[in-house]
């Protein structure tokens, strides 16, 4: 057995282990891959993931780690339904061929944990074995502990990480624990000056090491995203200058753990929002990356809008330019224009044209094309536009009548024996147990 391998097996037999003490479920939603719901108008709020109702439900924001079930202090969180891929469209020839050394890498979130994981190789089969060299994940913002990189949560993407090594593990990383539980802006001042001053070093440095133990020293950490808003604890409104001085603490506590080779990635919203990213620029010196979360938003806002408008698209392009750093776009999508086909096709050309780093679509309705059925012409566009797409020499041709590929595998849910009630104990503790485990409800009855 090599020593990838006992490491692996270790890894499996501590998720199980810790199975058998919780009793709280994981939400089997993405982190928190966006905030709460933004305004139809401008200006536009701080995050574009939590979505208006629509036939497929979103998932949860952000995961929870399950913590032992003597803990009084935290009720069980019931999983939300599990997003249902799109039917495939078939696909179209390219408007034009990109060579692939031209395009960036990309990728999509499709779920937070090992069902994100699995995904990749499906979307990648729906995409005729595109090449998906990006993983994207988001810690947990509850707790101090999660953002440490908490045991378990990591390992699978560390896992996927490490099989290729021209892949890119993102992580999105909060600065402050309770991220999204509508903390004051008084306090957030008070917590942005005690992050600056240094009280919350330690938790950084143990996710650095954390990080590097599991051999993803060179991930790309998407460090307190869309601070310009309004939605999260780590937000830069309340006290920029403190904001600035926490990011580049972070950053610097972060490096000086040996063996790191970090990248970090400074990630607004798109727009001006509620202050102007501009003003919570840290420096070049502690950022590496310069990318922006852009959603088709808000309503009745075209594309060329989007990149006209004051903070938008040109203006991301142009701020990286002039302080020599690459571009990205960790979160992209469809939002308030709904099934936006045109919003699509640009979107992709924009990124290709401008030579991003790497992108990621949200990829759950409403943002989605492939676990969305609600947009199934923006669907035929993402598919066609990115359709075999590879690492390999540019003059490599991209299938123009490829056969339809089969769906992806809708995840199917077992039903329990007659007389058990399943243990929700969440996606990752489910996926190294192989099963899910249930409570016999009759036990009573055969003693009698």
């Known amino acids: 057995m090599s020593s990838a391998q006992r490491r692996a097996r270790s890894r499996r037999l501590a998720v ?3 199975a058998v003490a919780a009793s709280a479920a994981l939400a089997s939603g993405p982190g928190f891959a ?6 139809a108008d401008p200006p536009v709020p701080a995050s574009a993931l939590t979505p208006a109702p629509v036939t497929l439900p979103a998932p949860a924001k952000t995961p929870v780690i399950p913590v032992a079930a003597t803990d009084p202090s ?4 019931p999983p939300a339904p599990a997003a249902v891929p799109a039917k495939p469209v078939p696909p179209v020839k390219p408007a034009q061929d990109v060579p692939a050394k031209d ?10 944990g090992p069902r994100g994981v699995a995904r990749i190789a499906e979307l990648s089969h729906w995409l005729g074995n595109a090449e998906l060299r990006v993983g994207h994940t988001y810690l947990p913002g509850d707790r101090w502990s999660n953002i440490e990189g908490a045991h378990g949560f990591l390992d699978v993407w560390a896992d996927w990480r490490t099989e290729k090594a021209e892949r890119m593990l993102v992580l999105n990383v909060p600065m402050m624990e309770r991220n999204e539980d509508d903390v004051s802006d008084d306090e957030v001042r008070e917590l942005l000056r005690q992050g600056a001053a240094g009280q919350f070093d330690e938790h950084f440095r143990a996710l650095a090491r954390r990080l590097v133990a599991l051999d993803v020293p060179d991930t790309v950490v998407v460090l307190g995203w869309e601070m310009n808003g309004t939605t999260y604890t780590h937000r830069c409104g309340p006290d920029p200058e403190s904001w600035k001085k926490y990011w580049n603490r972070i950053v610097t506590t972060m490096r000086a753990v040996p063996g790191q080779r970090f990248r970090f990635d400074f990630a607004p919203t798109r727009g001006r929002d509620a202050v102007p990213w501009t003003q919570c620029y840290p420096g070049d010196d502690t950022v590496d990356i310069i990318g922006m979360d852009s959603y088709d938003q808000p309503r009745g806002l075209s594309f060329d809008q989007q990149v006209k408008e004051p903070y938008g ?27 936006n086909s045109e919003y699509m096709r640009r979107m992709l050309g924009w990124m290709d044209t401008h030579k991003a780093l790497y992108n990621t679509l949200t990829d759950y309705c409403p943002h989605g094309v ?9 669907s035929r566009i993402y598919r066609s536009m990115l359709f075999g797409r590879t690492d390999g020499p540019a003059s490599q041709p991209t299938p123009t009548t490829p056969a339809t590929p089969p769906a992806p595998t809708t995840p199917t849910v077992p039903l329990p024996p007659p007389n058990c009630s399943p243990l929700n104990l969440g996606d990752w503790v489910e996926h190294w147990l192989g099963g899910r485990l249930c409570l016999r409800l009759d036990w009573w009855s055969r003693n009698r």
Not at 313 to 339: C, M, T
């Open 370 to 378: 492939w676990q969305c059925a609600d947009n199934p012409q923006s």
């Open 34 to 39: 966006a905030g709460a719901a933004r305004a």
């Open 103 to 112: 395009v960036p890498a990309f990728g999509a979130y499709l779920d937070y």
């Open 74 to 77: 935290v009720k069980p969180v």
């Open 313 to 339: 698209l040109q203006a991301h392009v142009d701020f990286a330019k002039a302080h020599h750093k690459p571009i990205s776009y960790p979160e992209w999508g469809l939002f308030r224009n709904g099934d």
């Open 16 to 18: 199980v282990a810790a």
